[in-house]
């Protein structure tokens, strides 16, 4: 399965699983590892997240290794969403660019291994998508339907490891928007 899509697939696919999960059992506000599995529905991929746009210290989730240990997740990502960022197709595409245009920071550790060289090829622009936001949904805004783009550096990653350690710190719009997590998952 996990060859069957593209990068822009995927990160529709994370993008409509962080979105639909509420935010008191979302990943992307958990501090501890509590919820990385939460909502998880693909056999072999695991989708991992950072926190949202600065709030607070960066998280350190530790979790069992999922079987499998394919991960993808976002390095630095942006979505733009239909009546919040613009009304036509034309300003929601610019939007999301924009975001992306001014990268400041843009790290990946995995094991030990800094891979920050290598992320500026894995900038993706989605197609135009749907996410279904529930009551009370991360981004705090009416539930219901509505159209998206995303664009963003992405990373998608297997780990032969029986411990991964997974550590990112991004930051874009000239230093205003910072994200970062850190993660150790161990198989049990």
Same mark, same amino acid.
């Given at each position: 399965?996990?060859?069957? @899509? ?23 506000? &958990? ?35 999922? @079987? ?46 800094? /891979? ?34 995303? &664009? ?9 490891? &029986?411990? /991964? ?17 850190? @993660? ?5």
């Amino acid at each position: 399965m996990r060859y069957t @899509y593209g990068y822009s697939d995927w990160s529709i696919r994370w993008w409509q699983w962080i979105s639909s999960i509420p935010r008191q059992s979302n990943p992307a506000f &958990d501090l501890t590892g509590e919820f990385v599995y939460n909502s998880q529905n693909i056999d072999d991929v695991t989708f991992l997240c950072q926190r949202i746009e600065g709030r607070g210290n960066i998280p350190c989730r530790k979790s069992n290794l999922p @079987y499998g240990n394919y991960f993808f997740m976002p390095i630095i990502n942006w979505i733009s969403i239909y009546g919040i960022d613009g009304i036509d197709d034309r300003e929601l595409i610019a939007i999301a660019k924009e975001k992306m245009n001014v990268i400041d920071t843009l790290e990946l550790r995995i094991n030990g291994f800094y /891979l920050t060289s290598e992320l500026m090829k894995n900038r993706v622009l989605s197609t135009f998508f749907d996410i279904d936001l529930p009551e009370n949904n991360i981004f705090g805004l009416d539930e219901g339907r509505r159209r998206c783009i995303s &664009d963003g550096y992405w990373i998608f990653f297997q780990s032969s490891s &029986d411990r /991964l350690i997974v550590s990112s710190n991004s930051s874009c719009s000239s230093g205003i928007t910072k994200i970062g997590v850190e @993660y150790h998952l161990s198989k049990v």
